[in-house]
């Protein structure tokens, strides 16, 4: 029997149990890609223009990866983004054919990621929708697929919170379910020295302390630094060629 049937046809059955529950919200959080406004390690590596293009291609990548998601009616998408003042954002949204958009604000990235989940939350209430799992995610991941994103709302049905670890120890996506929204939890945003290595193990210890029940997705690689673009360096010239970086 051909496997990619058998897979295809698991896809579709996890995919119509989805929408039998409560439709999430996946916002993704992403920087302008512009010189010096993105990929700071990585424009000391390959200089600040190359990093910009690939932080493009990557964030085109993943929107293009939840615009699967909504587009099957499994959840509804938000961008929250950095680096540009709210006209500009919305300006940009319109062309990507994005509807809700705004920027993350001040801050560390706990602070900003809080403020997604507070505003994310307040929004569906004073709409009065179903205050519904919210996850986040990031635009540093060119593998990152629209199987990883079921996986994660599948996950979030049955279980408080989720977390897709990096290989860098943090994470490329944060989900937490109703109950840790309604009052927002502030254990994963707080005492976590944000851009190290012990993020994600930090998470995890803070979940267990509040006896979260919780689950972890297939670990990946953000893109950060030169050694993780390694697929796409020349082997002979040792140079990257943005060219060639393709998703």
Same mark, same amino acid.
Request: with cysteine; net charge positive.
């Given at each position: 029997?051909?496997? @990619? ?5 698991? +896809? ?8 039998? *529950? ?12 512009? /010189? *010096? ?14 990093? =910009? !293009? ?8 993943? /929107?293009? +990866? ?10 509804? %998408? ?7 003042? /709210?006209? =500009? ?24 990621? !809080? ?15 179903? =205050? &519904?799992?919210? #996850?986040? /995610? ?5 593998? %990152? ?16 919170? +989720? #977390? ?6 943090? *994470? ?5 379910? &109703? !109950?840790? #929204? ?14 190290? !290595? ?6 995890? @210890?803070?979940? =267990? ?11 990946? &690689? ?10 796409? #360096? ?10 060639? *970086?393709?998703?």
């Amino acid at each position: 029997m051909n496997l @990619r049937l058998i897979t295809m046809d698991l +896809v579709q059955i996890k995919t119509k149990d989805l929408k039998n *529950y409560n439709k999430p919200t996946i916002v993704l959080m992403t920087r302008w890609p512009a /010189i *010096y406004r993105c990929k700071n390690r990585l424009s000391k590596d390959i200089g600040a223009l190359q990093a =910009a !293009k690939i932080q493009e291609k990557l964030t085109n990548h993943t /929107i293009k +990866v939840v615009k699967e998601i909504q587009k099957e009616g499994l959840a509804d %998408i938000k961008i929250a983004i950095d680096g540009i003042g /709210i006209k =500009a954002a919305k300006k940009w949204a319109t062309i990507n054919k994005i509807k809700t958009v705004e920027t993350q604000g001040p801050g560390c990235l706990g602070t900003k990621m !809080k403020r997604q989940f507070l505003k994310t939350h307040a929004k569906k209430n004073i709409s009065g929708q179903i =205050a &519904n799992p919210i #996850l986040l /995610i990031g635009t540093d991941l060119p593998s %990152i697929s629209r199987l990883d994103l079921i996986e994660a709302i599948q996950i979030l049905n049955h279980k408080e919170m +989720v #977390l897709g670890p990096s290989t860098d120890g943090g *994470y490329w996506l944060i989900g937490l379910a &109703n !109950k840790l #929204l309604n009052p927002l939890c502030i254990w994963p945003f707080s005492g976590i020295s944000w851009g190290t !290595k012990q993020v994600l193990e930090k998470t995890i @210890r803070l979940a =267990a302390l509040n006896q979260i029940n919780y689950q972890l997705l297939q670990t990946k &690689n953000d893109v950060d630094n030169i050694i993780d673009l390694s697929p796409w #360096l020349d082997s002979n010239t040792f140079q990257l060629s943005v060219s060639s *970086y393709q998703l």
